[in-house]
């Protein structure tokens, strides 16, 4: 609701006139932070305006270098919320979701970005390209490749009608690909046909058994 975007607005200090770039998930050197500190310093000098979002724990497994730590925390158009539960409001007031990671198993995020109408900028790695339509409901990057992740923050940055046209095509995709129902429909098939096949494996290896 209205009222919510604006009490995410006020939770993380952030304005209207604000454009918000955000991160959500676990923050660790895997996920790209330094090419994204790299293309953040870039971005933030030529779009004062701008603000990078990162909501979730900082964790030592995989520390992110102390110093890329120290600058983010220094640069005052970066948020360090740490970990929330409630993300739909955080989505609500984001512009785009940036996951620059390396290695995903699935990005769940970037699904439930777009589920918001939000597009994503992720990178070209498994789990990444199966949650983003690149060119359709958001853009890939090479993995580590900071001039990448910056041009494609800022075509969305200067370009709203792209930013709302991805948006809604990654919702479109969400709800035609995505439901939940679908998803676990199609885990149980495949849990089924395993199932069989154990079954009929068993049943011709018993007939074998009997013939010796």
């Known amino acids: 609701t ?6 995410a607005l006020a939770r993380y200090g952030i304005e209207r006139r604000h454009r918000v770039v955000g991160f959500i998930g676990r923050i660790v050197r895997d996920k790209g932070f330094e090419p994204l500190a790299s293309a953040w310093r870039a971005i933030s000098a030529r779009h ?9 724990p900082i964790e030592e497994r995989d520390a992110v270098p102390a110093e890329v730590l120290a ?12 970990e929330e539960h ?10 785009l979701v940036v996951l620059p990671s390396f290695r995903e198993g699935f990005g769940n995020v970037l699904i439930e970005a777009a589920a918001m109408e939000v597009p994503t900028v992720a990178t070209q790695i498994p789990g990444c390209v199966d949650a983003v339509e690149d060119g359709v409901t958001g853009m890939l990057v090479p993995p580590g490749d900071a001039q990448a992740l910056d041009v494609a923050i800022e075509r969305y940055l200067v370009d709203d009608d792209l930013r709302r046209r991805h948006g809604r095509s990654g919702r479109e995709r969400v709800l035609r690909e995505f ?8 885990i149980y098939r495949e849990y089924a046909e395993l199932l069989a096949a154990r079954a009929q494996n068993r049943t011709g290896a ?3 058994g009997r013939t010796r």
């Open 2 to 7: 209205p009222e919510d975007r604006e009490r």
């Open 48 to 56: 004062p305006e701008a603000r990078l979002l990162l909501i979730g």
């Open 71 to 82: 600058a983010l925390r220094a640069d005052p158009t970066v948020i360090l919320a740490g």
């Open 86 to 95: 409630d993300l739909a409001p955080a989505f609500a007031i984001m512009d």
């Open 179 to 186: 439901r939940p129902r679908d998803v676990w429909e199609g």
């Open 206 to 208: 018993a007939g074998v």
